[in-house]
Each structure stands twice: as structure tokens, then as C-alpha cells.
């Protein structure tokens, strides 16, 4: 396994990042700890997960499941760097959702005892407040950081403005801030290119990208609907975006014959060779899924690879950060 920084931070995590949101829903827990206990094995030492996964509300279905594997003990908790996120609805009542500062708060709190232990490592911000003002925001994160509760922490989903006026307000009080940006990033959605990155490589925050396989259309989409496995690709939004794109997508996956490898394992190799990305998150349903992913790490591209993958799947506008990406 791969380690690099979380961004400016002096903490080490892996270069492919556990996503959990399968938990629950799609997972049993059985299988749930052992894809966490594979996990391990490879040296996969970031999971990220967030309160609202399981989707029942208030419920924290997926944390609860992480925090039963935590308490087998034999050293999970230490060797793993574990990020959740607040945010989203957890209760029908007004104060049940957002980043006001009782929300921050009680939904750490609850966290911490769903997922059976004294700290967060990351605690992400899942979606930006237009309501909350970062005075708040930080106060509140300021509080469980003096108090042990949270190490550090991140955003998901903000724009390349929010990025730098979150850490611009942080930068004021002399708090650390932002330390990581999980966002949409993968060949078929490049819009972050454009001033999340940018943002993010200016300020230090390391980028986790969710749905590196844009919802399965990389994984090998359509050979696995030749073969009749194609799963969730094989039906509404999917299938409509597959066959919009199915001239590319088919010219992805000969290209990832040529090379010898997984068309998923070309997509995350891909990212991994993008400047400020820290770590794609793999969702896998079963410990065979993960074990596949690790080929990504030994896949090396080069330039005319690069260049082939942008001409299948293009940047936005000239490519590169705005404005030059538009204007120029």
C-alpha cells in the first residue's frame, strides 16, 4: 500500500480511501467487517463514512455498523484514520440538519457513540450552509477539537469560493481549518478541474473524490451488460448516460484491454495520477470487489495514455482552472 499526507497535515493515509456507504443498505454486517478486516490486511488505513448512510433517518445505520467492527478491538481503532461527515436531515424537527453549531455539536456527539469510540479523525462538513456564517461554523469545530472529540476537518461538496472563504475566516482565528475537500471527480465529471482544485491546492487541502467510477459506467459497464451483470448500470439514470456516452465508454474499455488492466482500476489510476488527489473512495459490496481495486496502485500511465483518456473523455472548456479554462 501507498501513503501519502491528508493534505498539508502530518497525518499518513492510504492512497485509496474505504467508502462505507454500501453498509447497511447493500452490505450485511457480516460482510461489512470483512471487507473493514481486508481492508486492513492491505494496508488501507482511510474509511470514510457520514451519519446520515443507512439512510433511516436519525438512525446512523452505517456508523453503527462501523462502531460494532471498532469494539472487536485487536487494534482497529488505532490503525485506522476515520472520517464521518454532519450535515444531512437526522431528525423531522427544525434544528435536525445543517452546520448551525448545535447541529455540529450534537451530531458529533452522536457519532462518537454510534461509532464506539473517543475521536474523529475527520470530520467533514457534507454539504455547505448558505444559512450558517463561518464565525459559527468554526466556533463549534474550535470546541470539539479543543476537546479531543475532533482531530481535524473537511469539506464535501463545496465550490472553489466556499473552499477559500472557509479558509480564509479560519485562517483569522488562527484554526487550522480545512485539511481535505471530498468532492465528484472522476474522468466522466471534471468540473472541479476548473476551481475546486485549484482552491484546494492553494490552500494546502488534500482532495478525496466520491463515485470514481461515475456510478459504475467505468468499472466495465458494458461488458458486464453483455454478459448480463451489469447491476444498477443496466437501468434508469445509468443506462441513460451509458448510452449517451457509449462510444467513449466502449473505446475506454478497449483501451484498458490494451494495457492489460480493469477499466476500473484505469479510472482510479487516472485520478491517483492527478495533481492534489489524496485518495478516490472505492465503495465495494464484497471483499473480492476491494481486492480488485489494488491493482490501480501498481498501474502506472503514461503521457500518451494521459493524453488518450482526455481525448475520450474531455476537460471542461480549454481544460485546466478557470479562467484560463474558458476565457483565455
Excluded at 34 to 59: C, P, Q, S
Excluded at 142 to 165: D, M, P, R
Excluded at 189 to 199: K, S
Excluded at 248 to 262: M, P, Y
Aim: with cysteine; charged share 20%.
Amino acid at each position: 500500500m501507498e501513503y501519502t499526507n491528508l493534505g498539508r497535515t502530518g497525518l499518513s493515509v492510504s492512497r485509496l480511501c474505504l467508502g462505507t456507504m454500501n453498509f447497511g443498505p447493500k452490505t450485511t454486517e457480516p460482510d461489512s467487517f470483512a471487507i473493514m478486516d481486508r481492508a486492513l490486511d492491505h494496508g488501507i488505513n482511510f474509511f470514510d463514512t457520514a451519519n446520515v448512510y443507512g439512510w433511516k433517518l436519525g438512525e446512523g445505520v452505517t456508523e453503527q455498523i462501523i462502531g460494532r467492527w471498532l469494539a472487536q478491538g485487536g487494534g482497529r481503532r488505532e490503525k485506522v484514520v476515520l472520517a464521518t461527515k454532519v450535515y444531512g436531515k437526522m431528525q423531522e424537527w427544525p434544528n435536525g440538519q445543517g452546520l448551525s453549531a448545535r447541529h455540529i455539536i450534537a451530531e458529533a456527539n452522536a457519532s462518537l457513540k454510534r461509532l464506539q469510540t473517543d475521536y474523529i479523525d475527520l470530520y467533514q462538513m457534507h454539504h455547505i450552509s448558505r444559512t450558517t456564517p463561518w464565525e459559527e461554523i468554526w466556533q463549534a469545530m474550535e470546541v470539539l477539537v479543543t476537546q479531543g472529540k475532533v482531530l481535524y476537518v473537511g469539506s464535501s461538496n463545496f465550490a472553489g469560493w466556499h473552499i477559500a472563504a472557509a479558509q480564509e475566516s479560519a485562517n483569522r482565528r488562527n484554526f487550522l481549518g480545512l485539511v481535505a475537500e471530498q468532492c465528484l471527480y472522476n474522468l466522466m465529471a471534471r468540473t472541479v478541474e476548473l476551481e475546486v482544485l485549484p482552491a484546494a491546492r492553494r490552500y494546502g487541502i488534500g482532495v478525496i473524490p466520491w463515485s470514481p467510477l461515475h456510478g459504475g459506467l467505468l468499472s466495465g459497464a458494458l461488458a458486464k451488460l453483455a454478459s448480463g451483470a451489469a447491476g444498477r448500470t443496466a437501468e434508469g439514470r445509468a443506462a441513460e448516460d451509458l448510452e449517451k456516452h457509449r462510444s467513449s465508454i466502449e473505446a475506454f474499455e478497449k483501451l484498458a484491454a490494451e494495457l492489460g488492466t480493469d477499466p476500473a482500476n484505469l479510472a482510479l489510476a487516472w485520478l491517483l495520477a492527478q495533481e492534489g488527489v489524496t485518495a478516490p473512495i472505492i465503495g465495494p459490496r464484497t471483499s473480492e470487489q476491494l481486492d480488485n481495486t489494488l491493482g490501480a496502485l501498481e498501474l502506472q500511465l503514461d503521457e500518451a495514455t494521459l493524453q488518450r483518456l482526455d481525448e475520450l473523455f474531455p476537460p471542461v472548456g480549454n481544460g485546466g482552472p478557470g479562467p484560463e479554462a474558458w476565457a483565455w
